[in-house]
């Protein structure tokens, strides 16, 4: 059983930077993809960024130029460098991978890591 286990969230002023990882356990496995949402209160999830296995990116509009994704493949481990943080950055960060099974791809989902940014 593939797990994701988020961490790095935490509080920072406006303007700072934090760096989140996501880490899988759980066997020998295949990674299609990978990526980060996000949820703030009371509002739908949010997609933030992906990674594909060939390190081809993309960014949810309200992030690009301030954040940037990267994986390690040989750990099948996914980072989100997040720079110029604002208040309406705050929200509950999700990592996600798709695994790739014999027959189809199952998306997992980490339990999440909260990041909030204020004065």
């Known amino acids: 059983q593939v797990q994701l286990v988020e961490s790095g969230g935490g509080w920072v002023q406006p303007g700072g930077s934090l760096r989140l990882t996501c880490a899988t356990s759980?066997?020998?496995?295949?990674?299609?993809?990978m990526g980060w949402y996000r949820q703030a209160p009371g509002k739908q999830r949010e997609f933030v960024a992906t990674?594909?296995?060939?390190?081809?990116?993309n960014y949810g509009d309200s992030v690009k130029g301030r954040f940037t994704i990267s994986i390690d493949n040989a750990k099948n481990t996914v980072y989100l460098q997040m720079r110029s943080l604002k208040p309406e950055d705050t929200a509950v960060y999700y990592c996600?991978?798709?695994?790739?099974?014999?027959?189809?791809?199952?998306?997992?989902w980490g339990q999440g890591t909260q990041v909030t940014v204020s004065s």
């Open positions: 990674i594909i296995s060939s390190g081809e990116t």
């Open positions: 996600n991978a798709d695994i790739i099974g014999t027959k189809t791809i199952t998306r997992v």
């Open positions: 759980g066997g020998i496995f295949s990674i299609d993809a």
